[in-house]
């Protein structure tokens, strides 16, 4: 990092931070109690501020990781600073923990970025800092700075080992995912991911290697097409059936699996992935949900993904290949049919935003949910076409672990959607100067409006006194 690059990125930095003080004052003033799930999170950490650890509600669904780490770093400022009674461990102070997670978060997407683009030497210093202040008030995430709740300290870690991952520091990468797991158990996803990274740039190389020897650049060049992809396969399979490979990707990722296998054994031992209430927690086969996931990217990524020259790439491509694209949109069909699900918490909690898109648009007509199928279509292909500087190795793991963390999830939760968003947003080219502008100043858009409901568009269920207010 050059020093004018350190400057800027430290002020930057240090500006939100500042600023996000401001607002986190604001939120703290008009909502002093605990709120929708701080109702459940709030006593718990006070429980174990308090040193009763055998103390659980039953109706937490994730593992003490947030609460842990809030009473470890509580404690020690609360004995240091001479801070006694309610201060200590009050909803202010553990809403402050967030905060904090939050400023790493902007520096660890930060050196992502910068690790990731390395190579690109057209990028600028003042690109990658400005990616890095999109990301790190990217709407969904950053609402929830101000409140205790487990997703600031769930990124914060996944991301910090997402980077080991990618300095070859596979140790500190799988530990860290261990503290990410802590805070969410569905994090093991991304442990995975960083295992498959490791796995991709190893295929990668023997992919290339096997190229070269057989002279062949048709295949390269032909990246996407049916006999490419059936090639890869096949190379796919030998590859992973040699004795000498499996011993040297196991022999690298080991700490991944270490982890992992603790995980199946948590599962067993458990009963299941959850933990406290399963009643509202079921697994399924939701495939929509990787539909709802791409409408959702498409939204936040407008910049990147809906642009005239993409609309015109991606009719070409229907004219080339009309046969696949009926496939996909028969397939996409049924499985909007058959595996559609509504959880009971999306049709009665009109506090989300999710209840007020189901209800405007899903349930305006039994047939809506079908005439969306080809903007989905759209919002994939040009998904995946922003992520073809990557190898198809990296896209077909990155891929798997989309599924594997969006699928089984029966309720349509756009917090599900920050971890697999960043990745891929962190992972596709830089924009130009004036689309990353316009993408942060939807982002600053979209803040300003949901902390405005938040604050001023207060309302009231007509069985309870309590104030209710609008939120992700």
Not at 248 to 268: G, M
Not at 329 to 347: A, D, E, G, N, Q
Not at 358 to 375: A, D, M, N, S, T
């Amino acid at each position: 990092m050059e020093r004018a690059e350190a400057y800027g990125f430290w002020g930057t930095m240090s500006g939100t931070f500042l600023l996000s003080c401001l607002l986190f004052a604001a939120v703290s003033r008009r909502q002093r109690g605990p709120y929708m799930d701080e109702v459940f999170h709030v006593p718990q950490a006070q429980a174990y501020c308090h040193g009763r650890f055998l103390q659980w509600d039953p109706m937490i669904t994730t593992l003490p990781g947030l609460y842990l780490l809030s009473v470890g770093a509580v404690k020690p400022a609360a004995w240091l600073l001479g801070w006694t009674g309610n201060v200590v461990c009050s909803v202010g102070m553990l809403r402050f923990i967030n905060l904090l997670f939050s400023a790493g978060n902007f520096y660890l997407l930060y050196l992502l970025l910068f690790r990731i683009h390395q190579k690109n030497k057209a990028v600028s210093g003042f690109q990658r800092i400005l990616s890095a202040l999109t990301l790190a008030v990217f709407p969904t995430l950053y609402f929830f700075t101000f409140l205790y709740y487990t997703d600031p300290g769930s990124v914060f870690f996944t991301l910090f080992s997402y980077l080991m991952c990618l300095y070859g520091n596979y140790k500190t990468s799988a530990l860290l995912g261990f503290c990410g797991f802590m805070f969410r158990q569905t994090n093991i996803v991304w442990t995975v991911f960083c295992a498959g990274n490791v796995i991709a740039e190893k295929l990668n190389e023997a992919w290339k290697t096997q190229l070269q020897k057989k002279k062949d650049e048709k295949i390269s060049s032909r990246k996407g097409s049916f006999s490419d992809l059936i090639r890869i396969l096949q190379f796919l399979v030998e590859y992973l059936l040699s004795p000498k490979n499996l011993v040297t990707l196991t022999a690298l990722t080991w700490p991944y699996i270490l982890l992992v296998s603790l995980f199946f054994v948590f599962v067993f031992i458990n009963g299941g992935i959850v933990v406290g209430d399963r009643s509202s927690h079921e697994a399924c086969l939701h495939f929509p949900q990787l539909f709802y996931f791409l409408s959702f990217t498409g939204f936040f990524s407008f910049p990147h993904l809906l642009t005239p020259t993409k609309i015109r790439k991606f009719i070409l491509s229907l004219r080339k290949h009309p046969v696949q694209y009926s496939l996909i949109t028969v397939i996409s069909l049924f499985l909007i049919w058959k595996f559609t699900y509504v959880h009971k918490y999306l049709l009665a909690d009109n506090r989300h935003y999710t209840f007020y898109v189901w209800r405007k648009v899903f349930q305006r007509h039994e047939l809506v949910k079908y005439l969306l199928v080809p903007f989905y279509i759209f919002a994939g292909w040009s998904f995946a076409d922003t992520l073809k500087s990557k190898s198809i190795f990296w896209i077909l793991m990155y891929f798997v672990c989309l599924l594997a963390v969006t699928v089984p999830q029966k309720l349509l939760e756009f917090r599900y959607f920050i971890l697999p968003f960043l990745i891929y947003r962190l992972n596709i080219p830089f924009l130009s100067l004036y689309r990353q502008l316009l993408e942060l100043g939807f982002y600053i858009l979209v803040n300003g409006v949901t902390l405005y409901l938040f604050l001023n568009r207060t309302f009231q269920w007509e069985n309870s006194d309590e104030v209710q207010r609008f939120m992700w």
